[in-house]
């Protein structure tokens, strides 16, 4: 009975310490703020966010996460990077062959973190969003 016990503890344990190590490691490097409103709910993001082909692209590990589904319903966003803040239209982009780019310079950005925020959960499910700049 203990060393079920002892199992137990040690599993909770490590689950909790790869859970922090996935936050951790989504901190780190460049991390802006994304600030999304659905008319009933208003709601601020700290994300990754990458250059790449002349715009500036955040991304969701799943389209489920609550940020994603306000900016479906309601596009305009303000972005925040280095203290400087921007109305924004966020652009989904659906298409794996056309987000293939966006994740590659993900992954060269923020390297070992990139893969391992990627374990916790699935990374074909990742979905980029463009951030292009209101006229």
């Known amino acids: 009975m203990r060393l079920l016990l002892w199992v137990g503890v040690v599993l909770v344990i490590g689950i909790g310490a790869f859970y922090g190590a ?21 709601r601020a993001t700290r994300l990754w966010v990458v250059d790449h082909g002349g715009a500036e692209w955040v991304r969701t590990g799943h389209s489920e996460k609550g940020w994603f589904r306000q900016i479906r319903a309601n596009a305009l966003v303000e972005f925040e990077r280095a203290g400087a803040k921007s109305l924004r239209t966020a652009v989904p982009i659906l298409e794996p062959e056309l987000s293939q780019g966006v994740n590659e310079a993900f992954r060269s950005k923020y390297g070992a973190a990139d893969w391992f925020v990627a374990l916790s959960g699935d990374a074909s499910q990742r979905i980029v969003v463009r951030l292009d700049r209101r006229r």
Do not use: K, Y
């Open 22 to 42: 996935v936050i951790l490691a989504s901190e780190s490097g460049e991390v802006v703020t994304l600030r999304t409103n659905s008319g009933s709910e208003a």
